[in-house]
Nanobody, 123 residues
Framework: QVQLVESGGGLVQAGGSLRLSCAASGLTFSTMAWFRQAPGKERDFVAAITWRSGNTYYADSVKGRFTISRDKAKNTVNLQMNSLKPEDTARYYC??????????????????WGQGTQVTVSS
């Protein structure tokens, strides 16, 4: 059974930090990513990483503040979020796919998703 399980969300003040984790099981993925969705808005790309080479890609809105990384031993992808802003408030989802040859930023292309974890940044 393929599973992606997120953890690490919560409430933080603006300027603070949070670290999200996504534990994958049941399949070897080529690319893993984080998306986020605020109420009434579309699910937006945040960051992605290729499993084999560790290449990363970020949305402009988080570049320089967020860092995506992978832990091969734990089959986990992490998202370190620093200098958080109220506009970062959203439900954050882990996504993965075993077939991508490069980083994909469109949510509809990912076949596997976690249940999401809420991140709330207060001003």
């Amino acid at each position: 059974q393929v599973q992606l399980v997120e953890s690490g969300g919560g409430l933080v003040q603006a300027g603070g930090s949070l670290r999200l984790s996504c534990a994958a099981s049941g399949l070897t993925f080529s690319t893993m990513a984080w998306f986020r969705q605020a109420p009434g808005k579309e699910r937006d790309f945040v960051a992605a990483i290729t499993w084999r080479s560790g290449n990363t890609y970020y949305a402009d809105s988080v570049k320089g503040r967020f860092t995506i990384s992978r832990d091969k031993a734990k089959n986990t992808v992490n998202l370190q979020m620093n200098s958080l802003k109220p506009e970062d408030t959203a439900r954050y989802y882990c996504a993965a796919d075993p077939s991508f040859l490069s980083i994909i930023v469109r949510a509809g292309d990912y076949n596997y998703w976690g249940q999401g974890t809420q991140v709330t940044v207060s001003s």
